[in-house]
Structure formats: C-alpha cells, structure tokens
C-alpha cells in the first residue's frame, strides 16, 4: 500500500500521544478480517454464533454505560461559537484538544493501535471522500470495513493529496465522565474518545459523513442529510428515486427496504442507502443522490419477516449483531422477532433471561452491521459514481397526533419550512428519556455541524442552484387512537404514500389544499386490499386548525433560538402559515 507522507506524518503524531505496542495499518483485505475475528474472539469482544444458522455471524456486548449516541458529550469545536448555533453543544477547540489530548495521552499501552483509511461514496465519484480513522478497538475495524470501503481502494482515492478527515478514536476506559465526541469542522478532524459504540465511535457516520460533510457541503454548495434513498419502480417499469429524512429509528431502514403489500402488483422497491444521503445539483437542475456508506447499521428490534423481510435476508450471514439475546443453541433473538420468546437465553449484557424477567432480553437500541451488497432489494445503481435523480424529498418523523399521514409542501421554500418544524418523539438511539416530543430540524439535529439557521439557509438557496428541485412532503407513520393502538400499518403499506407522491412529482394525484399543505384527498390514496377503516383513514388525513395554532407558538420559540441569523425565508413562511391558520 502507497501511504501518502501527510497521512503517515499524522498517524505518527497520534501513536505519540497515545502510545500503542503496536500500529496496523488496515488493508480491507478477507484475511485481515480473518485475523481480527479471531483476536476478538480471543479478548472476549466477540461471540461467534451458531454457524450452520448464522454463518460467519458474531454477537458483541457493549459496555452497559455505552449503548446509543450520547449527544450531550458530542461537541462542535469551531472557533466561534455561533458557528456551532444554539442547537450544538460548544467548546472552544484549543480547549478541546487540550482536555482530550490529556485522556488520549497513553490510552493505547500494550494495545494495537489500528490505522483505517476509508472511503465514502463510490470509488472515482465526484462526490466521495477520504477519511483515516485511528482506533484501538477490533470491533469498531470490523464495522468499519462493511460501513465504508476500506484499505487500499480509500488509499488509492487519496493520492497524494493532504486532504481527508482525521479521526481518532480510542475507547480508553469507557468512563462517561472521560467521554467526548468532538468535531472540528474547521480542521477536518474529529476526536472520539470514552465510547465504543455506533455513531460515537464509527467516525465514518455520524461524525464525519453528517457534521463534518455537512460543514464541506455548505463552503462547496451541497448536502450531506440523514436520509435514506429509495427507487421505487411501478408496474410499467418506471423507477422513482426519493429520499426521505426521520430522526433515528424512525423508519427509514424500514422505508428503503420495503416490500410491496400483494394488493399492488408490478410494484418494486430498490434500496439505495439507508442512513446518509449526499445531494449534489446535476448539470440537468435536479438533485442527485448517493449513499457515502457501504453497509448498514440497522436496529433491531421491531425487525422482523413481517416487517422487513430484506433486512431478515441480509443478516443470516456475515453481521455483527450487537446488544441482542443469545438463544441457548447460538442463535439471536429480539423483541419483535419471528420467534416466539424463548423460554431462557442471555440478555443483552449477557445474564440469565426468562420471559417473566419483566425486561426486554435485547438492548431497545441493539442493532445490526452487515454489507449493503448483502441485501436482496440493493439497487443495481447504489454504486453509480453520479448518483441517482431524486424527485422527492420527504420528511418524516414519530408524531402520536397532530401531523398527518402525508402532506405536500407549496414550494421548495415551504418544504424546507417543513423540514425546519419537524419534530419527533425521542427514541432509544440516544441516551436520555424516550418519547418526548422535541424538534428536530430535516433530522438532522444531533447532525448538523454548524448553525441551524445557516443550514436552513443553505437549504433555501439550493433552490437558485437546482432549477428542478425535488417535490418535498410530510409523512407520519406513527399516529395512535385513544387506546394507543397505531392508526396506519406502516412498512409495506407505506408504498400506498410513496405511490401518491410519485404521482404529484409528476403532475397527478388529487389533493386538498389545506393552511399546512397539499393534503390526500380520501379517494387520492390507493386503497385496493388495505384493511384501515374509512374512519381510521379521515383521522389519518384530517387537519387539526386549533392544534397548528397551538403549534404556532412552539415553532416561535424555537426560532427565536437563532435570533437575527433566521434566515428571511423561514420566517416568511412562518407568517403565511399563521395567516392561512388565523383565515376562516
Ligand atoms: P436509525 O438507524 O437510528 O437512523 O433509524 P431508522 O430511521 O433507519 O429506523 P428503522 O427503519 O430501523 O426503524 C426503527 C423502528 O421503527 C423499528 O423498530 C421499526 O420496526 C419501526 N418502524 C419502522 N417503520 C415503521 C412503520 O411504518 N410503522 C411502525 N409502526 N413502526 C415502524
Ligand atoms: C442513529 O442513531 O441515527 C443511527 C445509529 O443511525 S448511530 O450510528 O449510532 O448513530
Ligand atoms: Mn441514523
């Protein structure tokens, strides 16, 4: 492998402070993932599974203190302050390179310190960046290699060119009061340190692919999303690509993976991506779209036959499971699985289970790795150097009231007004209390690495950029009755929204005109086979005028946050919302 002198004058600097036995420079190669299965087992970091079931499968058990992103130690290290916005934790960064510096220093003794050059996006593309990410942990190299191309293909990429994302990482002792995601948008680089879990330790995600990409793509005129990408292809053959932002575990694995209901025939649905999607504008006005990633790291929980056969294909063979229960014949099982729960197993962090134990066996946010490539819906174009044409963009999220099960947006500008007010119920993907209701701007808010208020406004302006802007929409999967029982039966059922969408991307489909958006009208939606009550469905559609002008008030505070840097368009769509809400 050619090492460019930038690269290896960096790493050096890092085995300095951390002061590893040794240094690995990763290659990607099968044999190297032979090696590092085996010292994880060794070390007790793995647990291979029933291999006649579960071929080439291991189970990890994290820390307990370290099962989700922890956002309030996650930090965005710009030199101004309001670089980093109201909605960012702050710290000045010779300040942050200082105190972590000072937990990096010797984390690493008797250790391997591992050097894993990586790649997002496809190899040659216009769109793809280097990142080199440090670690000493096996298990973070072996998610690494499935959720980025790694080794020398990233390598190759770089050239001899200085510039790629530098990411170090060490777990040192897991301390949550030593532990720090801190990202410097201004120098590329990203310090991890304390955490050995998901998006607080695969620099690739999170870290780099959203704040860091987020920070290049506003300076170089594109976007870096929490999206998932979806072609969706109708019976004559057509294929629709869409993207669609939801807060984390909110359905977009779901989304990008689904199986038509029987009652639509000659329906298709290819994947694409489904965490991180980078839009660039193509010569032609419209967006395009790829996933920067390679593999997916998907919950599981809720996964099942029923409602995601493809992820129920990709992970019989070659995933990582991590936080799940372990069944007493080596196999894994969840809350939600196929199988009924098994009478004894080991939970998640590895003690005796029963049913009566009165807790779930698997972590609410365990979740798989395996490669994209491994799924039997991917799209023949995820690897497409220019990426794929979006004509849609939705925003989705939990909302137990209130918000529709699908509206249109007037305009981009509206649409990206929508994207701004999303707000969603919290879930187990980050630490702290699930359920509450809180915004979450395009999804991106534990993501965006700088100001809020300028990204809605680089938002606005990728409107003079693309003269054929994606159509953008509203969806809600998760709205309840009285009783708490969900109104709408999401996952297959969920194509019914997508094919009404394509329709208005293309000039058809009925819809009221309402103060919030383009709603269905009843008869808009396609219904052949769909069991929902024509009660249920009215209350699905219906647009609450007193609960938007109570919602008024919530988004004013909000937006009050970001004082002058609000971008105009926002508040003007704020105050025509208020005006057709306070109309009739
Ligand atoms: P991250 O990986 O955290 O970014 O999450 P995600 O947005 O990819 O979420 P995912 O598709 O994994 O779904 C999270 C949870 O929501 C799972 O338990 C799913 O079973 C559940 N879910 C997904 N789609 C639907 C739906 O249409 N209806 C309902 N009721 N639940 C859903
Ligand atoms: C999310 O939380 O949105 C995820 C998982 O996709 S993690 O990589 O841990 O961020
Ligand atoms: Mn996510």
Redesign the pocket.
Known sequence: MAINESARRWVSDVARTCRPADVVWCDGSEAERERLLEAAVRVGDLIPLNQRELRSCYLHRSAVNDVARTEHLTFICSREKGDAGPTNNWMAPVEAYDRLTKIFAGSMEGRTMYVIPFLMGPPGSPFSKVGIQVTDSDYVVLNMRMMTRMGTVALEQLGGSDSFTRGLHAKADLNVDRRFICHFPEDNTIWSVGSGYGGNALLSKKCMALRIASHMGRREGWLAE?M?IVGVESPDGEITYICGA??????????AMLIPPASLKGWRVHTLG??IAWLRVGPDGRLWAVNPEAGF???V???SSK??PNAMATIRKNTLYTNVALRPDGTVWWE?HDDPPPPHARDWRGRPWTPASGEPAAHPNSRFTAPASACPSISPEWQNPKGVPISAILFGARRQTLVPLVYQAFSWQHGTFLGATLSSETTA?TTGAVGVVRRDPMAMLPFCGYNMAEYWGHWLAMEKRASKPPKIFRVN??RRDEKGK?L?P??GE?LRILKWVIERCKGGGEAEKTPIGYVPTKSALDRKGLTVSADALKELLRVDREGWRVNLRSQAEFFEKFGDRLPAGIREEYEALARRLKAK
Not at 247 to 253: D, E, F, N, R, V
């Open positions: 929490h998932l939801f807060p984390s575990a909110c359905g977009k694995t779901n989304l489904d965490d790291f998907g919950v929980p809720g996964t409602t995601n939600g993907a999967w998760f969900f709408w999401g996952y969920n």
